[in-house]
């Protein structure tokens, strides 16, 4: 079975650092882009960015871009995204998704993680 | 990066057809991705391309484009389709962006 799993919540103080984590399995790791989603509290789903594990090729939302990292270990089939100094304004649920169909003019997230919930308060 | 346009929220009456648009300049060049968000779950992808489903998604779900707008129609809606839909695209340097998201509800 093809499935991305996330690690558990979190709960985290403003200006702590987080590293969560999303296993691919069932699938070539380095063979699909994974990418990054953020949904607020009762918000809509937000772009963050995505990796090419095969040669960690990144690409960020403008939106994001120097807020978090995105890495990848492909020895472990695994994808993370990580903050150096948490806001509160953090507090989301993260999901990972694989980017299963792609052609010239198209693409999409076929596969997505269960979430993870970070909450960041004092 | 585009923006892309959804309608906030629509309704339909049980077994009627309904259409959730998405506009958005990246549409002129990119197929728009369609996903379905319940309550508590994780999205599921519910159309993407030029009209594709993923297995297991029924055939009453459809998808179309036309200049700068996407939409996703289903036709003979169920009580089971209410959620929350958002469509995706991408631009020319690989910068993907959702749209606001579409609150459906079946009456």
């Known amino acids: 079975e093809v499935q991305l799993v996330q690690s558990g919540a979190e709960v985290k103080k403003p200006g702590e650092s987080l590293k969560i984590s999303c296993k691919g399995s069932?699938?070539?790791?380095?063979?699909?882009?994974i990418g990054w989603v953020r949904q607020m509290p009762g918000k809509g789903l937000e772009w963050m960015g995505i990796?090419?594990?095969?040669?960690?090729?990144?690409r960020y939302s403008p939106s994001f871009q120097g807020q978090v990292t995105i890495s990848a270990d492909k020895s472990i089939s695994t994808a993370y995204l990580q903050w150096s100094s948490l806001k509160a304004s953090d507090t989301a649920m993260y999901y990972c998704?694989?980017?299963?169909?792609?052609?010239?003019?198209?693409?999409?997230?076929?596969?997505w993680g269960q979430g993870t919930m970070v909450t960041v308060s004092s | 990066s585009s923006e892309l346009t959804q309608d906030p929220a629509v309704s339909v009456a049980l077994g009627q057809t309904v259409r959730i648009t998405c506009q958005g300049d990246?549409?002129?060049?990119?197929?728009a991705s369609w996903y379905q968000q319940k309550p508590g779950q994780a999205p599921v992808l519910v159309i993407y391309?030029?009209?594709n489903r993923p297995s297991g998604i029924p055939d009453r779900f459809s998808g179309s484009s036309s200049g700068n707008t996407a939409s996703l129609t289903i036709t003979g809606a169920q009580a089971e389709d209410e959620a929350d839909y958002y469509c995706?695209?991408?631009?020319?340097?690989?910068?993907?962006?959702f749209g606001g998201g579409t609150k459906l509800t079946v009456l």
């Open positions: 391309g030029k009209n």
């Open positions: 990246s549409l002129r060049s990119y197929y």
């Open positions: 995706n695209s991408r631009d020319s340097s690989g910068i993907r962006v």
């Open positions: 069932g699938y070539s790791f380095t063979s699909y882009w």
């Open positions: 990796i090419y594990p095969g040669d960690s090729d990144t």
């Open positions: 998704v694989r980017l299963g169909y792609s052609g010239y003019d198209y693409d999409a997230f076929d596969i």
